[in-house]
């Protein structure tokens, strides 16, 4: 194993790595911060028919509440971390966390739907800075080995509960309170962090370091997200092959194209393409993204299902949900353990295989259905999805230097989030050709939308199961069996 030259590491000049009693206290911080953006995700689904009566939204408008926080948070997590890695990781994590709780307490008073769709936007915008700082920290307090894997295990954890816990949470909310409950318990939470922040979580940063930005970066990959949700969005109005959607799709590309030549040559990139020569980071990279893009599809699809098919209202469509989360809580300890004493790709082909299971399962769900009998089991099933976020927030971080702790952070949880918006747009998109085309063959309303139902989560789970492959061909087993054997290790891993 090699270490990597001082000059290149946080190491050189950094703080002193603060005590064990300091680092669990500012953990439990940093874990609450990433608890509330991991719940906003989704925290408005089941809200989503309450606010589209008293908003008046329009039924094809209602999804952009969700993708309009995940378009920009996943956007803008990259130059998120880039920052945090040039000006501080507190300082951006103080920053991020103060607008993100100002626009929430924006939505929650929002009167119309455009407002509050933009005020989404922005508090993606603050999750984007929030994030990958607070992530960066951790792997800054906590050594490569044993006492990092349990805090980033936990980490795990905390982002496959969060959106289920999201949905429970905006059910209760919406039922008892109102939906812009829903953003003011962002405000409670993120008044009480921000006070609390600049005593628990200590700093580490380069002074040294050079503050420059990569906005064509950041501007060219965000655009090709917006333009590519969008056209998926707006084709079963407008058609799969109108010039319009073609163009659309083609810029999408144009851009992401753009943004790989960019980073390429920039001296300073959003996102420096030798971390990819890290086949763990990358495969890492790839498998959030699809678990994003076929996990928080399903929990849109059904919890549309569960209200607009079943009747089930807010609160009862939250409790559903609890069966996920407390199943993802209690495996979390044994996806700890298991990826530290076998491999990280083990316990995320694992993980990938039963959610993606799960997911199918839930295409059996009928019309008439009920949660016991049709949704119980894939709900147990697909909360072993913490087999998958505990491996990846795990294996996109091994073998990263800390000057680049930042942007590693971002970079997974951009994959993740962006896979989840383009997952929602997809969902909907094929819920809603489905659906038209079983209408106009003359099946009943419910019929349809079942249908149509059907088929999207046929297309989430066969996302979720493409990732098994992907763990075993990209993420390179050398690399995950240093977790057992490195265990006291402070130097970085080998590259």
Known sequence: MTSVDPKNDLRAGAPAVPGAARRWRAFALLAVAYFMTAVDMLIVNVALPTIGVELHFAESDLQWVVTAYAITFGGFLLLGGRAAD???????????????????????????GTFLIVMRGIQGLGAAAVLPAALSIVMT???EGTERNK??????????????????????????????????????????????TRRVVPESSRPAARRRYDLP???????????????????????????RTLAQLTAAAALAAAFVVIEARAQAPLLPL??????????????????????YGYIFIATLYMQQVLGYSPMTTGLAWLIVGLTGVVLAGPAQLLVTRTSVRL?????????????????????QGSFWANLAGPFFLTGTVTWVFIPVSIGALVGVSERDA???????????????????????????TRSRSLLSHGHAGADALTGGFHQALWVCGLIALAAVPVAFLLIRRTDTAQLSTSRQDKTPARR
């Open 141 to 143: 307090m906590f050594p």
């Open 86 to 112: 040039l000006h501080g990781r507190r300082r951006m994590f103080v920053a991020g966390l103060a607008v993100f709780t100002v626009a929430s307490l924006a939505c929650a008073l929002a009167t119309s």
């Open 406 to 432: 930042g942007i590693a952070s971002g970079l997974i949880d951009s994959s993740q989030q962006l896979g989840g918006a383009i997952g929602i747009a997809v969902a909907s998109t094929v819920t809603a």
């Open 151 to 196: 805090a980033l295990g936990i980490w795990g954890a905390v982002g496959a509960s969060g959106a289920t816990f999201g949905v429970l949470a905006g059910g209760a909310l919406t039922r008892y309170g109102g939906w812009p409950y829903i953003f003011y318990l962002n405000v409670a939470v993120g008044g009480a962090a921000l006070l609390l």
């Open 217 to 243: 970066g950041a501007i060219t990959v965000t655009g090709a997200l917006v333009l590519a949700v969008y056209a998926i969005s707006q084709a079963p109005a407008v058609g799969w092959t109108a010039a």
């Open 274 to 295: 030798r971390l990819f020569r890290l086949k763990t980071l990358a495969g890492s990279n790839a498998v959030g993204f699809l678990l994003g893009a076929g996990f």
């Open 347 to 367: 316990v995320m082909a694992a993980g990938t295989t039963l959610t993606g299971a799960g997911i199918l399962m839930a295409t059996q769900a009928p019309v």
